[in-house]
């Protein structure tokens, strides 16, 4: 569970695991963009993400996307459209607030037979209101203690997509993003890196959403 918490994290509960819906839409910040925005590196679109999310997939250029539900109807796709190149890569879906958007199970594996599903209570006190950036990942790079990785987006976001839909690999970071009920039409974009290291990048994304909503992405559990 995060460890950064919403000041008003007590009021998302009226019993149990039953979400207050009306106070987390008073919380709810966000900034949608619902008429074609500036555009950005040459990339402009209507869009109907937060204005945090278009600028952060205007400034990539991220256009091309993936979803569990169309890998489900061609398991090729990772390998016709992802490139086979180290980078970073999101978890988007417009935010909407329900208080059935959880499920348990959801269609996550079971990688090394550990049980991915976490109670409905603590999926919605990791829930970020007003962000559709859920999940950002990383794939090749070099850490800080010299440690190369040489995964690629094209293995590591098929690897996400198959555990996703219930294969046991390797990719239990973002395992929350399976319990919701909407999962299949998550969009996963992606951005190669050619000169840039994704291990540094990853986590200056990652800074900018903390500094913007203070708290992590719903789905990065570290």
Request: glycine share 10%; proline share 4%; charged share 25%.
């Amino acid at each position: 569970m995060s460890n950064f918490k919403n000041a008003n994290e007590e009021n998302l509960f009226v019993s149990g695991d039953k979400l207050n819906l009306q106070s987390v839409i008073e919380m709810d910040g966000s900034d949608c963009i619902n008429e074609t925005d500036s555009s950005v590196n040459g990339v402009s679109r209507t869009s109907e993400y937060t204005r945090f999310t278009e600028n952060l997939l205007n400034r990539f250029g991220m256009k091309d996307y993936v979803t569990l539900s169309e890998y489900r109807k061609d398991s090729s796709l990772p390998r016709i459209k992802i490139p086979d190149i180290s980078g970073v890569y999101i978890v988007v879906y417009p935010h909407e607030l329900s208080e059935d958007m959880f499920i348990n199970p959801g269609s996550g594996g079971y990688f090394k037979g550990e049980n991915p599903n976490v109670e409905i209570g603590e999926l919605f006190s990791n829930w970020v209101a007003g962000a559709d950036v859920l999940y950002i990942g990383r794939t090749g790079g070099t850490t800080v203690n010299g440690f190369v990785s040489e995964a690629t987006l094209r293995k590591r976001i098929k690897q996400l997509l198959q555990y996703g839909n219930g294969r046991p690999v390797g990719h239990r970071g973002g395992r929350y993003l399976w319990q919701h009920k909407n999962s299949s039409d998550f969009r996963i974009y992606w951005y190669t890196c050619v000169d840039e290291n994704p291990v540094t990048l990853e986590q200056n994304i990652r800074k900018e959403f903390l500094d913007e909503y203070n708290q992590r992405p719903f789905a990065n559990l570290v």
